[in-house]
């Protein structure tokens, strides 16, 4: 089943261009360049979302919080389900819950749905598996079409998120009337760009991933950094990281470091940037340089021709051209690829990391 893969979660990251080209499929047409949200919500009737998930999924709804507010000017939260399901949220009227997950399964993400539900608000789901509990649960399913995901670390499930998200952005930009047709069209070719590009991501076999994997493998803690939507991506890096090779990582928002976590870093400690050429990179560039200056070791991930400064320690991971809005599915994939490199480094059990389970049916 695995064919010439050595894990499933290899497997899985190579099959990214499909499962993400499949999922953009249900909800955008790359031929009349129009968006269509399954189930026939409209958006301009929504007055906030509340998206529910939990690991990756989470990360996922945080990356589509950027694009809800941005492009569609629609308010959006975002919770990690165990939170939300105990604390007697204060949810206003016109609100949408929206529960993501791959497994439709998680006992928090339903539970925050069913409450939802409960208490008369308009519920959708986003899931991988069309038959779960939670699309049973939801008045609107929403389908991610990655196929099945055996690893237990989330891949594919998690572009196919994120890609789904992405468009229904779009669709709720055009129903709010925040964008024109023309918009749309340019949008949606964007999106129907990111299989390709991911494709190329896919074949990264270069020195510098390599040797990357390698000193990540020796490093004990390791920073993901990044800013807008490459923010919750950076967390999502930590989270591949730390469950498939047990480092400890931690993701968190460029602009937060000299707020704390620029005391732990020297030599020993790698830092992971995430940069796309975007309205923010000169700001990334300058945290990059706060940390290259004290001593750390900085993996650089930006495009081909991005204007990086020369400082000692600082190494450059390649990722493929693209617009700013779809950065968050090309950068997903050297995410991926640096996690699984360093956990083959190091000989780990990838596809079944110890102590997790693939869906978490129990709290
Ligand atoms: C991380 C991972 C978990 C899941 C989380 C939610 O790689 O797989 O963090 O994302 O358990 O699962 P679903 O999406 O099935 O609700």
Redesign the pocket.
Known sequence: EKGNYRHFMEKEIHEQPESCQRTLSAFANPVSGQTTVPGGLNFAEVERIQII?????FYAGEIGRYAFEKLAGLPCDVEVASEFRYRQPALTKGTLALA???????AD?LAGLTWCKAQGFKTACLVNVHTSSMAREAEIVWPTWAGPEIG???TK?FTAQVSALLALAVAAARQRGRIDAAEETRLVARLFEAPGLIAQAVADHSEAMTAVAHDLAGARDVLFLGRGAMFPLAMEGA??LK?ISYIHAEGYAAGELKHGPIALIDEATPVVVLAPPDEVFEKTVSNVQEVAARGAEVILITSQDAKVPHAPGLRRIVAPDCDPFIAPLVYAVPVQLLAYLTAVQKGTDVDQPRNLA???TVE
Do not use: F, M, R
Request: aromatic share 0%.
């Open positions: 998930a939990c690991g990756t999924a993501v997950s791959q497994s439709g399964e998680t993400t237990v670390a989330s499930a989270l591949k469950e693939k869906s978490v």
